[in-house]
């Protein structure tokens, strides 16, 4: 059974710093993509972040793009983003995210989320 | 980039009745298109994705149909379970995109 598990989410000051983690079982996760989707609180969803199985090919929302950074460790099965210079409007549910096939597909499996609030 | 309108953002209708959720996207797509399906408090769920390729499980009232810059989720007869909100997201190019949604309630 596929599994993502996210956490690392929490309360953090504007211009701080997290880094959120995603742990995946239950299928090859060197083979598939991954995504980051977000979801402010009452609002849609909004795509963020995509790397490929290998590493060798990041994609980022223009919302994040210097100050988020995507990556992996496919021998421990995980997925991270780092999030520097946390802004208000970056309050949100994040979801980990497999993509499907290739590098352009939708995302077939998500994980339950974790909440990240930035707030002084 | 390429963005998505979709509509209603908002649809009230009855136990049965047929439903459609329209997704249009400024340039064309290839076809790339998603469906999700989203209930309150849970991630979202792939329902089917360029066109009419269903996901396992997905009940048979739900279909998918368009191309170039007009694509539509149709529910034939809606059911009390289908309560929830849908997005269309579009893969055909980076940033992926998903629409506004439409959040569909049963009267």
């Known amino acids: 059974e596929v599994q993502l598990v996210e956490s690392g989410g929490g309360l953090v000051q504007p211009g701080g710093s997290l880094r959120l983690s995603c742990a995946a079982s239950g299928f090859a996760f060197s083979r598939y993509s991954m995504n980051w989707v977000r979801q402010a609180p009452g609002k849609g969803l909004v795509w963020i972040s995509y790397?490929?199985?290998?590493?060798?090919?990041?994609h980022y929302a223009d919302s994040v793009k210097g100050r988020f950074t995507i990556s992996r460790d496919n021998a421990k099965g995980s997925l991270y983003l780092q999030m520097n210079s946390l802004r208000d409007e970056d309050t949100a549910v994040y979801f980990c995210?497999?993509?499907?096939?290739?590098?352009?597909?939708?995302?077939?499996?998500w994980g339950q989320g974790t909440l990240v609030t930035v707030s002084s | 980039d390429i963005q998505l309108t979709q509509s209603p953002s908002f649809l009230s209708a009855s136990v049965g009745d047929r439903v459609t959720i329209t997704c249009r996207p400024s340039q064309g797509i290839n076809n790339y298109l998603a469906w999700y399906q989203q209930k309150p408090g849970k991630a979202p769920k792939l329902l089917m994705f360029s066109g009419s390729t269903f996901q396992s499980g997905v009940p048979s009232r739900f279909s998918g149909s368009g191309s170039g810059t007009e694509f539509t989720l149709t529910i034939s007869s809606l059911q009390p379970e289908d309560s929830a909100s849908y997005y269309c997201q579009q893969f055909n190019s980076y940033p992926l995109i998903f629409g506004g949604g439409t959040k569909v309630e049963i009267k």
């Open positions: 995210a497999r993509g499907y096939s290739g590098n352009y597909s939708p995302v077939d499996y």
């Open positions: 790397i490929s199985g290998g590493s060798s090919n990041t």
